[in-house]
């Protein structure tokens, strides 16, 4: 009997990652949802007895999803497919229901294990079967950006659960954003730059023809609650806030960039960090006004839950970078 097979993730990279990665010989109908809202509609109908199940996405996160299928008991088996590989997501979601977690990227060989350790999967019973898949479309090669977002997005998860366990705390991961504009107009696209004072260091990185800078912002006014998060990890005489955020910026900047590199089999060095101010606006840290370079930037958010605070990840990309980085990207988008 045809298992229908739903795939929810919001990276078109993602869920075709994790279609090429089921077995070949298998009587499925595979289904995809962009969100938590779709694919919550494809199980009322039918389409998802077994749900892969991103966490991090627009309209509805995979937790909330996991909410929904408990309170309705909606017939399906979740194996959740994340970035954030947090001790605490990986509690969380099974504590809401989900049958096992699955740290991103995933690999044929990890998704058939996992799926004959359940039951679900029996090689011998399926020789002769083939997947089917609904929507064709959903395997063609996503574009540059998109793509590149999915490599963020898993690098952004490493460095989540460095800053997890250094403050153990539960750090929230929103989706992040890769838009091209110049360098002068970065502030506008930056919700945080609102006037508010914030604190700043940057790193600059390059290797493999890639160059750039990554920059840790936080609310000046947060430091002191940061600092007690972070007392007793740190050395006597070190916990100013210029000490602090320059430590936060290594652990974060390097986690993300080794990620990146992992993914991209990239090579980075990165400088020594810098503190660019203090209590100063964001566009005046980032001294933005009268510069006139393009720029890729990747925006990216951490929100600490005990007490609730955020910093901020910019990498900012020269854009004579961009060539050689949509090369590396394009490689992983032709080969998963």
């Known amino acids: 009997m045809t298992l229908p097979v739903l795939i929810c993730d919001d990276s078109r990279?993602?869920?075709?990652?994790?279609a090429r990665s089921l077995p070949e010989n298998w009587d499925v109908e595979i289904t995809f949802a962009e969100n938590g809202q779709e694919a919550i509609d494809m199980i009322r109908q039918g389409k998802g007895d077994?749900?892969?199940?991103?966490?991090?996405?627009?309209?509805?996160?995979?937790?909330?999803?996991?909410?929904i299928i408990r309170q309705e008991d909606l017939p399906t088996l979740v194996l959740v497919v994340s970035g954030d590989i947090q001790a605490e997501a990986r509690r969380r979601v099974m504590s809401k229901g989900a049958l096992d977690f699955i740290?991103?990227?995933?690999?044929?060989?990890?998704?058939?294990?996992?799926?004959?350790?359940?039951?679900?999967?029996?090689?011998?019973a399926n020789e002769d079967a083939h997947a089917h898949i609904v929507d064709g479309d959903t395997l063609q090669s996503p574009d540059f950006k998109e793509a590149f977002r999915e490599v963020?997005?898993?690098?952004?998860?490493?460095?989540?659960?460095?800053?997890?366990?250094?403050?153990?705390?539960?750090?929230?991961?929103?989706?992040?954003?890769?838009?091209?504009?110049?360098?002068?107009?970065?502030?506008r696209h930056l919700s945080y730059a609102d006037g508010t004072g914030m604190s700043a260091v940057s790193h600059g990185f390059s290797g493999n023809g890639i160059a750039g800078e990554g920059v840790l912002l936080m609310r000046t006014d947060q430091m002191s609650e940061l600092r007690t998060l972070v007392a007793s990890d740190l050395p006597a005489k070190a916990d100013t806030d210029a000490g602090i955020l320059?430590?936060?910026?290594?652990?974060?900047?390097?986690?993300c960039l080794k990620g990146i590199s992992q993914?991209?089999?990239?090579?980075?060095?990165?400088?020594?960090?810098?503190?660019?101010?203090?209590n100063l606006q964001c566009a005046e840290l980032l001294d933005s006004e009268h510069n006139e370079q393009d720029v890729l930037a990747v925006t990216i958010t951490y929100q600490m839950m005990h007490p609730v605070l955020e910093c901020h990840l910019l990498l900012l990309l020269t854009s004579d970078s961009i060539p050689a980085l949509t090369s590396r990207v394009q490689l992983i988008s032709a080969s998963d």
């Open 246 to 255: 320059t430590d936060l910026s290594e652990l974060l900047v390097g986690a």
């Open 50 to 67: 077994l749900l892969f199940l991103d966490l991090n996405m627009p309209v509805m996160n995979g937790y909330e999803v996991l909410e």
């Open 263 to 278: 993914q991209l089999d990239l090579d980075f060095n990165h400088s020594y960090p810098a503190v660019l101010g203090h």
């Open 13 to 18: 990279l993602a869920r075709r990652q994790m």
């Open 152 to 187: 963020i997005n898993v690098a952004m998860g490493q460095a989540g659960s460095h800053l997890s366990d250094l403050l153990d705390t539960f750090i929230g991961l929103p989706v992040p954003d890769v838009l091209e504009c110049a360098y002068k107009t970065l502030p």
């Open 103 to 124: 740290k991103k990227p995933v690999t044929a060989d990890q998704i058939q294990e996992l799926l004959e350790r359940y039951g679900i999967y029996d090689a011998a």
